[in-house]
């Protein structure tokens, strides 16, 4: 209690602040053009797989960059929609598809089984609307050995995002196969699952945004939020450093900028980290532009354009399990 009271106290005298500007955000273009071709069509160097899985067919999007050489190993991030959204529209919207044709490393996006995600909880689902009751975590864990019998993978090197429902899924896979994760971080959704009596402590990362209508950021919203009272992005912070065996009593600022901030702990067991990355303009969409391609789209809700998959995918590529050899065809 006494990290958290400690941590609630200093955002209160921040988020004042700043609340002058949140009327009044930056007005941004949302027709800007993403970086790969508009044309869903997905030929190159997109490809779609499917397996059978407890008797479902279960589909994901794969992304091989041109730039990689797949006689080395690279790296592999799994890139999770977001509830009622499927694998096509996370491809355009979260940007990690653009920054792995910048960087080389291989994306894949999984589709929900009605597409939604079992990301657990009290009961295996919180509500039919809300959530799948699939093996969710059985199956992205088949996928993820499917595509290592085909790819040069570095199994050291593999991480999880996602938005949402994805993102807790994310934080599931977290807690529930940290022994497969590099590191995890998402956008938009707290740790709901029951952690696993064997976890390891693997670095974490949530970004969400301050004005977020539909998983509250904090829980003195006017409204309760849909997951309950005793979830906020702050209580999720101090829930992973305490998972993390993290030390101090209140987050190290990291990063201070007009539209967001970078706060967490960086002294934690198995040299983990935990952050909470702030867009103090931002509702429940966080990324850089809506979907382009949907009709209608999600919504412009980063309207400062804080680069959020970027803050995650450099948060992400610093880690990497020791002793684990990759895995090369």
């Not at 992973?240 to 901030?261: H, K, R």
Request: with cysteine.
């Amino acid at each position: 209690m006494g990290r958290l009271s400690s941590t609630l106290g200093i955002l209160l005298l921040v988020f004042p602040m700043i609340s002058g500007c949140i009327s009044e955000p930056a007005n941004v273009d949302s027709e800007e053009e993403p970086a790969l071709d508009e044309n869903p069509n997905f030929d190159t160097p997109f490809s779609e797989h499917c397996i059978q899985y407890d008797d479902l067919e279960r589909c994901w999007l794969l992304l091989i960059p041109p730039i990689i050489n797949e006689t080395s190993a690279v790296p592999l991030l799994i890139d999770i929609h977001g509830g009622g959204d499927d694998m096509y529209e996370q491809r355009w919207t979260s940007d990690f598809a653009n920054i792995s044709m910048e960087q080389g490393f291989i994306v894949v996006y999984p589709q929900g089984h009605n597409n939604f995600w079992n990301m657990g909880g009290p009961t295996p689902c919180l509500s039919e609307i809300l959530c799948s009751d699939e093996d969710d975590i059985g199956f992205i864990l088949q996928m993820l050995d499917t595509i290592m019998e085909n790819h040069s993978i570095d199994k050291s090197r593999v991480y999880s995002t996602g938005w949402s429902n994805g993102c807790g899924m994310t934080q599931r896979l977290a807690v529930q196969a940290s022994e497969v994760f590099a590191a995890t971080g998402c956008m938009a959704m707290y740790k709901l699952s029951e952690v696993s009596s064997d976890y390891s402590p693997i670095p974490f990362m949530e970004v969400h945004g301050l004005l977020d209508e539909i998983v509250h950021y904090a829980t003195t919203a006017p409204t309760a939020p849909i997951f309950g009272p005793e979830n906020g992005a702050i209580q999720n912070l101090e829930s992973w450093a305490e998972l993390n065996g993290c030390e101090g009593s209140i987050p190290e600022v990291i990063e201070s900028q007009n539209d967001y901030d970078i706060r967490g702990y960086t002294n934690c067991e198995n040299e983990a980290q935990v952050m909470l990355v702030t867009l103090f303009f931002a509702a429940h969409n966080p990324y850089e532009h809506d979907d382009p391609v949907a009709q209608p789209g999600r919504g412009w809700a980063n309207p400062t354009g804080v680069p959020s998959s970027t803050i995650v995918w450099e948060f992400l590529n610093q880690f990497s399990k020791e002793g684990i050899e990759p895995i090369a065809t």
